[in-house]
Each structure stands twice: as structure tokens, then as C-alpha cells.
């Protein structure tokens, strides 16, 4: 047995790593490797898209490279038959999960209208070279079915570049390309029909000294199709119903083709617009303002500067503008990768959760201080820590000329404000004034910020407040006294507090004990009240004692009668 088992498993075990070797990976369509295989199948499906109508509308050119042509006739069907194997191979996604199944991915394209147009596209049309012979390449006009690749390629590509408007532009350019070399071909077919040289509007007779030449004949007929397609210059008149027809046609096309253009270039600058309104501030509206509130020159020159230091050096100051649509998680990971590492130079921040610095950077705010503006002043309150991205700030005596230090960038200032340090001698105040000496990028964050996200980590509030503690003390202003009365006041406080949770407990309690003898008290006179109901149902009711009495006077009167009439009777019946 044990002779059959390692005979079974030497003969199992090269077959398995074949299979392996066989077979090929799932592409995940949002990956690199098939944004790269459309990339690739562009070039085909381009060259079909161009050069099959060329050959077909220019003999000469089919006659003069037919072998090339055959070469890449079929170097482009491989590439086609390649390409349905990728897709064969292509994922996709079922409730958000890729699926690798090759018979759910088989199942899935076969059923769908692509596999449909990619066999008809692969149809081995070219048989019919042997009956009609090799020059009709108009028999590969099948192939043009792979167009929708080339789209899926573009928009692939649109969404993936750095200059989406450059490539779009460059792609309407293509398409309007490929329009004018399809009429430009088409017209040199139509003067091969109506005869070369019969009027002014056809193309000359090839009899005439270089217009024999086909690099002539294609410039010509692209001249000619762009100047009809353009509406740009004088064409001569057409002569013939079929003139008059391509003329028309060529019109509407012109007509349709400008409406396009300019719907897309349109769409691109406003979207270029957009793109710098959501990034850069809008100037205008604040120039319209100052101008209507008759704002003093030199300060207006101040604001104009700002902007346009913004514009030139693209800098932003509406960063969270700009990610909002993005989801909670990838937000943070943008904003972690972008200034985790300036939060880290905060010696309060220092050995801080990952997560707590995580949610400090989504509220960190870009600002930009022009040359010689305060960014605080001795005696204000101070709401808000900054941390120096960029730039130099300059600490000032009161008369704003005297300096006493310069800050640089990966310093930092009021992070003792934002925290409330018991004994600080200088409370929430600034005890400096800190001005920029140039054009300075900072970082703000505000006491309100910080407050809400250490709400859910205490454990780091008390960690950043010991941390301030120490920097207090290193600076000779920290009240040891004062400390201590407040941190007496806070302990009575929160004795007093517990002293009136716990009343409020017991009153609570005796709240709920006479709820629930009020309930009890209801409960029993409901069930009296329904007693006293069921017992005053036997009595009579006035109406029924009244009809008795009515009976009780009608029989009276008839025993009366009866006795004159009969003589004397017994009693009545006491009953």
C-alpha cells in the first residue's frame, strides 16, 4: 500500500505543477496589467480604423505594400484573438468582491453583447481573398466591431492621467482626424467613379504632371475634405447629383461636427474653471467687494497680492473642500500622508496614539499670511495652536521693528493656549506677537478641534496636559499654588457633584416608589368602580318602576268595579 501510495503520488505530482504552469492569472479590470493590455489593443483597433478605408478609397497604395499590409492585417487578428482570451480571463466584481472563478468569468462574457462582437470582428472574412483576390480589403471592414475597446482604452486613460483636460482635447483632436481622413477617402472614391478630371469639383486627372503621385492624391483629397468639413474656404461648385449629395452630406457633418467641438471645448473649460474655483479661492467676488465699500488702496493691494500668491505658487487653502467626497477612511490616509509628519514635530503630540494623531490631521486647517501681517498679538485670547509649514515668523516687541527670535519651519507656538493647564500664570492669553516676515504657510488647529477629539481619548488628554505641565514649569509659569487651590476647587466640585448624583439617585428612587403606589391606588379603585358597576345592574331602572306603578293604579281601579258589580271578595293577594 505504501508502494502504490508513492507510486500515485510520483505520477499525480508532475501533473499538478503543469496545470499551474498552464494556466493563466485573473486580471483584475482595475489593475495595471489590463489598463495596459487596452493600451495595447488601441494600436490595432486604430490601425483597422484607418488604414482599411485608406487602402480600399487608393488602389495604388494597396497594390504598392501588399505584403506589409498582410503582415499587419493578421499580426492585429492575433492580437484581436488575444484579446478574447483576456477577456476570458478578466474579473469582475460581485458585491464588491473580485471574482477569480474562470467558469463564472467564462459564463459571464459569453452571455454578453461583447462576445458576440468580438467573434463577428475575428470572422475569417479573408477567405473570400481566393475568389475576389487579395486587393479588396474591404472585406476587413468587420474588424472596425472592436471599436468599443478603443473607448473603453480612452476613458481608462482619462481617468488615470495627471492632465485630464490635455487628453481630452488631444482625443477630440484624433476624432476629428479620423473623420476627415474617412470623407477625404470617400471623396477620392467618389471622383474615381464620377471619372478623374470631369469638372472642377472631382479630383484632377492623374494625366496631369504630379498629380499622379499618391502622397498628391491623399493631401489633396485631405485639403479638399477639410475645407468642406470646416466651412473655412472656397471649394468649387459641385456639378453633379451625386456632388450635390456628397456636398450635403458633408455639410451636416459639419454642422454636427462643430456643434461637438464646441460642446467639448465647452465642457473643458468649464471644467478647468472648476477645478481652479475648488482649488483657489474665487478673487473676483472679493474684489467686486472692496470696490463697492470703497476699501483703501493699499490694503486692497495687500488682498491682491495674497491671491495672486496663492494662484502662482498653487497653494490651497480649502483642503477639506477639496476631499470631501471622498470616503471617512481614505481622507484620513490623504491627510496622514501629507502632514502626519509635521503634527509629529509637537512635542505635546509626541508619543501619542497613531489614531489620536489620525484624527488631529483631519483637522488641521492650510492657512497663508502675507509679509508683514500679525498672526497674534500680545493679550489675545488664544484659540487656536499653529505649526509652521513654510516660511519665517518673527517674534516682535509692541512696536512691531524689534525682534527677539525667528521661527522656522517644523516649529510650533500656542499649544499651551489650547489646553487648560491648571496654574498657568498667563491663562488663555498670548504673551508674545508673532509676525510673518514673508509669505508663511501654517497649520492651524483649534481648541474646539482638539477638545472634541480627545473626548474620546481621556487617557491622552491626560497624557498632553502633564506633557504642558512640564513645558509650564521649564518656563517659570506655572502657579504651583494656584495649581493646587484649583485642583482643591476641582476636587470639591466633583465631591459636590457626586454628593448630588447621589441624591439625585435617592430622589429617583423615592420618584419611583410613589409612581409605583399611584399605580397601585388607580389599579384598585378601577377595580371597585367596576364592582360598584356590576352591582347597580340588578336595580330597577326609573322606567320600569314608573311602568309599574302605572299597572299597579290600572288594576286598583278594575277590582274596584268588580266588587260593586259582584259584591264582596276576599283580600288581595299580599304577593
Same mark, same amino acid.
Given at each position: ?22 494556466? *493563466? ?15 495595447? =489593443?488601441?494600436?490595432? !483597433?486604430?490601425?483597422?480604423?484607418? #488604414? ?17 499590409? *498582410?503582415? @499587419? ?33 467564462? %459564463? ?29 480589403? =474591404? ?12 473607448? +473603453? ?12 483636460? !490635455? ?32 469638372? $472642377? ?25 477639410? @475645407? ?61 467687494? =472692496? ?40 481622507? $484620513?490616509?490623504?491627510?496622514? %500622508? ?5 503634527? %509629529? ?35 489675545? #485670547?488664544?484659540?487656536?495652536?499653529? #505649526? ?5 515668523? $518673527? ?22 493656549? #489650547? ?44 497624557? =498632553? ?7 509650564? *514649569? ?10 493646587? $487651590? ?27 416608589? @410613589? ?14 368602580? +367596576? ?37 264582596? +271578595? ?6
Amino acid at each position: 500500500m505504501s508502494q502504490d501510495s508513492k507510486v500515485k503520488t510520483t505520477e499525480s505530482s508532475p501533473s499538478a505543477p503543469s496545470k499551474t504552469r498552464k494556466s *493563466l492569472p485573473v486580471l483584475d479590470p482595475s489593475g495595471d496589467y489590463y489598463y495596459w493590455w487596452l493600451n495595447t =489593443m488601441v494600436f490595432p !483597433v486604430m490601425y483597422n480604423l484607418i #488604414i482599411i478605408v485608406c487602402r480600399a478609397c487608393f488602389p495604388d497604395l494597396q497594390h504598392s505594400y501588399l505584403v506589409a499590409w *498582410l503582415v @499587419l492585417d493578421y499580426t492585429s487578428d492575433l492580437l484581436y484573438l488575444l484579446d478574447i482570451v483576456v477577456r476570458f480571463h478578466t474579473g469582475f466584481l460581485d458585491q464588491g468582491i473580485l471574482v477569480e472563478d474562470k467558469g463564472r468569468i467564462s %459564463s459571464r462574457y459569453v452571455r454578453t453583447w461583447s462576445f458576440f462582437l468580438d467573434l463577428v470582428s475575428l470572422m475569417p472574412t479573408d477567405v473570400a481573398y481566393v475568389r475576389l483576390g487579395p486587393h479588396t480589403p =474591404m472585406l476587413r471592414l468587420n474588424r472596425f466591431l472592436r471599436v468599443p475597446r478603443l473607448f +473603453e482604452a480612452f476613458d481608462r486613460t482619462e481617468t488615470r492621467t495627471a492632465y485630464p483636460n !490635455v487628453f481630452r482635447i488631444t482625443k477630440l483632436m484624433l476624432y476629428i482626424f479620423v473623420v476627415i481622413h474617412w470623407n477625404s477617402c470617400l471623396y477620392f472614391a467618389l471622383s474615381r467613379y464620377l471619372g478623374f478630371g470631369r469638372d $472642377a469639383w472631382v479630383y484632377p486627372d492623374p494625366a496631369q504632371p504630379g498629380f499622379e503621385r499618391l502622397r498628391r492624391q491623399y493631401f489633396y483629397s485631405f485639403y479638399f475634405s477639410t @475645407l468642406i468639413l470646416t466651412t473655412v474656404g472656397d471649394t468649387p461648385l459641385p456639378a453633379r447629383e451625386e456632388e450635390y449629395l456628397f456636398m450635403v452630406g458633408d455639410f451636416l457633418l459639419a454642422v454636427m461636427g462643430f456643434a461637438t467641438i464646441m460642446g467639448s471645448m465647452s465642457s473643458v473649460i468649464y471644467n478647468m474653471n472648476t477645478a481652479d474655483a475648488a482649488f483657489y479661492p474665487d478673487h473676483a467676488l472679493v474684489k467686486k467687494y =472692496m470696490k463697492q465699500q470703497n476699501v483703501n488702496r493699499q490694503l486692497e493691494r495687500r488682498i491682491i497680492d495674497w491671491y495672486q500668491h496663492l494662484q502662482i505658487n498653487k497653494k490651497m487653502t480649502n483642503e477639506v473642500a477639496i476631499l470631501q467626497h471622498l470616503p471617512e477612511r481614505l481622507r $484620513a490616509e490623504v491627510a496622514v %500622508s501629507v502632514h502626519l509628519s509635521t503634527l %509629529s514635530r509637537v512635542q505635546i503630540f509626541q508619543n501619542c496614539e497613531a489614531s489620536l494623531l489620525e484624527e488631529l490631521v483631519l483637522k488641521l486647517q492650510p492657512q497663508t499670511y502675507s509679509p508683514g501681517e500679525y498672526i497674534c498679538r500680545k493679550g489675545d #485670547i488664544g484659540r487656536e495652536m499653529y #505649526i509652521i509649514r513654510e516660511g519665517q515668523l $518673527a517674534v516682535v516687541a509692541d512696536d512691531g521693528i524689534t525682534q527677539y527670535a525667528v521661527l522656522g519651519a517644523g516649529l510650533y507656538f500656542g499649544e499651551i493656549s #489650547i489646553i487648560n493647564i491648571k496654574g498657568n500664570m498667563s491663562g488663555n492669553r498670548r504673551t508674545a506677537n508673532i509676525k510673518s516676515l514673508g509669505y508663511s504657510d501654517l497649520f492651524c488647529l483649534s481648541k474646539e478641534d482638539l477638545r472634541e477629539v480627545l473626548s474620546e481619548y481621556p487617557q491622552a488628554q491626560v497624557v =498632553m496636559e502633564e506633557k504642558g505641565r512640564e513645558i509650564l *514649569l521649564k518656563m517659570n509659569k506655572l502657579d504651583v499654588n494656584a495649581e493646587a $487651590a484649583e485642583i482643591a476647587l476641582q476636587e470639591a466640585t466633583e465631591s459636590r457633584l457626586r454628593g448630588l448624583d447621589e441624591q439625585l439617585d435617592d430622589l429617583q428612587t423615592k420618584f419611583a416608589r @410613589l409612581l409605583a403606589e399611584l399605580e397601585s391606588s388607580a389599579l384598585k379603585i378601577a377595580y371597585r368602580i +367596576e364592582r360598584l358597576e356590576w352591582q347597580t345592574r340588578e336595580w330597577p331602572m326609573p322606567e320600569d318602576l314608573a311602568e309599574a306603578d302605572d299597572e299597579g293604579e290600572s288594576g286598583e281601579g278594575t277590582s274596584q268595579g268588580g266588587e260593586g258589580r259582584t259584591g264582596q +271578595e276576599g283580600p288581595p293577594d299580599p304577593e
